[in-house]
């Protein structure tokens, strides 16, 4: 998967599933996001994707994200905030 949009779908997919999500599949799931994002597929240029993988992490409390890699996430939607829909907004401020 090399597409952001393909990969935002994906996104809400999983956070339909999140009662079925392992720790396992959670790890996947953080090891596509870094490697998308090394890639230049994610990033500030993405920021409803952002959004979306940020909402992963809402719904599976289980997992304390590293705080670095949130922070990343959270930097790529600096200055992108305008672009986002009000339902974006209101899902990463829970």
């Known amino acids: 998967m090399e597409d952001a949009e393909e990969f935002r779908l994906l ?3 999983l956070c339909h599933l999140f009662l079925l999500m392992t720790m396992e599949h959670l790890n996947q799931f953080i090891a ?9 597929v994610v990033g500030s240029h993405t920021p409803r994707v952002v ?24 930097g790529f ?18």
Do not use: Q, Y
Request: charged share 25%.
């Open 51 to 74: 959004v979306k993988i940020l909402n992963v992490f809402n719904f599976n409390r289980m997992h304390k994200a590293d705080p670095a890699f949130l922070r990343k996430l959270f």
């Open 32 to 40: 596509k996001t870094e490697e998308l994002i090394a890639k230049g």
């Open 11 to 13: 996104t809400i997919c």
């Open 77 to 94: 939607l600096e200055g992108n905030v305008h672009t986002l829909r009000a339902p974006d907004i209101i899902s990463i401020w829970r």
